[in-house]
């Protein structure tokens, strides 16, 4: 039987680790690719209910999260000896570094658009191990990438970008999305408006500087110095890291604004039917889920006018974009969704051309041939 290598030894929380989850139930409920071994190479097996997987062993490494220096060691080193002592024949890298091999055919998913993030040199203070690793990230993204068979991205922007940085050719980058959680009908069909009628917007995020967060709270400023009557929820409370802690010590004096902290995935879904409308100001994704997530309410989206956040949004009638940095044109577009005085922007559907693949069973059949 062919073995297959789902390597993702570096993935451990948030986005990142339900795209891998994402990946093994997708392999696990299929019945295409019987001929296959999967194995799945993770940070601990405790991150999953591994009963639920028949069709996928699991091997743990613990380390991989310790330093830096151990992800290096078996990105570059001892992975080239494991795919041989256990006769690999397709290894496929889920957390966008592309191993050194001998002879086996593989593929890279890349899911960390921060390479091509603008450097601010104030994040130096706030996340000083991110900001540097951020700045290596393209010299560890354009190790051995050539070597893959495949790089996958999720969005056409991001494949245009890997083209341009890392001269590939066009036919070996698929464009793969993301899979898309279906919101629960009780979400979807149900009143949870909050007693009165303010206006509600609502941005659920972690905190990290390229989420933007301060554009909503500056734009919030200066709606409640007008009096203006609105509530805006993010999903911080100054805990999570010293990014938080500046927000929430710089804003929390503003009565419309609550920072409710982190809140598992139920309660986002209920924020988004308490909610009117979504703020998306984030300089950097490579989806931006709560999009894809709150179109699915109808509802208005107010979203940073950028190539990622145009694609995820495609042909949707209720949104409008600004500029991450413009606090003035975000306070307009609030007051005037709270006074009901404003028009949407005009969206288009954006074409894409092979490869290309909508899911994951389509990705390994692409994969595997």
Same mark, same amino acid.
């Given at each position: ?8 030894? #570096? ?36 991150? +999953? ?42 290894? +496929?890298?889920?957390?966008? /570094? ?6 086996? =055919? ?11 993030? /603008? ?11 991110? +900001? ?26 991001? %494949? ?8 590939? %050719? ?38 990290? =500087?390229?989420? #933007? ?76 889920? =709560? ?6 309410? %109808?509802? /208005? ?21 600004? %500029? ?41 059949? /692409?994969?595997?041939?």
């Amino acid at each position: 039987m062919k073995k297959v290598v789902i390597s993702a030894v #570096n993935l451990f929380e948030g986005g990142p680790l339900s795209v891998l989850k994402d990946c093994l139930f997708a392999i696990e409920k299929s019945d295409e690719f019987a001929e296959y071994e999967f194995v799945a190479l993770v940070h601990k097996k405790d991150l +999953f209910t591994e009963n639920q997987y028949k069709k996928i062993s699991f091997v743990e490494f613990p380390k991989s999260r310790k330093s830096y220096f151990y992800r290096l060691y078996y990105e570059y080193f001892y992975f080239k000896k494991f795919a041989n002592q256990n006769n690999i024949t397709f290894w +496929f890298s889920l957390h966008d /570094t592309s191993p050194t091999l001998k002879n086996v =055919p593989q593929a890279v998913y890349c899911h960390n658009p921060s390479p091509f993030n /603008t450097v601010n040199f104030k994040d130096i203070y706030i996340q000083p191990i991110q +900001f540097f690793f951020r700045l290596f990230y393209k010299y560890l993204y354009k190790i051995n990438i050539k070597k893959n068979k495949y790089v996958i991205v999720q969005q056409l922007w991001l %494949k245009n970008k890997f083209i341009e940085m890392f001269d590939l %050719k066009k036919e070996k980058i698929i464009v793969s999305f993301p899979e898309i959680p279906k919101i629960p009908s009780e979400f979807l069909h149900s009143e949870y408006k909050m007693e009165n009628d303010k206006k509600i917007f609502f941005f659920p995020t972690f905190p990290r =500087p390229f989420k #933007n967060i301060d554009v909503i709270c500056e734009a919030s400023k200066i709606l409640s110095q007008k009096n203006e009557d609105f509530t805006v929820v993010i999903t911080i409370d100054g805990s999570e890291n010293k990014y938080a802690k500046s927000v929430v010590d710089n804003y929390k004096n503003i009565k419309n604004i609550n920072f409710i902290g982190l809140i598992k995935r139920e309660e986002v879904y209920r924020y988004y039917a308490k909610s009117d409308c979504l703020i998306f100001p984030s300089k950097l994704e490579t989806w931006g889920l =709560p999009i894809s997530e709150f179109k699915q309410f %109808k509802k /208005t989206i107010f979203v940073a006018d950028l190539p990622y956040a145009r694609e995820t949004v495609g042909n949707y009638d209720y949104v409008n974009f600004f %500029k991450t940095d413009d606090v003035v044109k975000l306070a307009e577009l609030m007051s005037g969704f709270i006074n009901d005085n404003f028009n949407f922007d005009k969206t288009l559907s954006i074409e894409y051309e092979d490869p290309f693949v909508q899911n994951w069973n389509e990705l390994f059949q /692409t994969l595997l041939k």
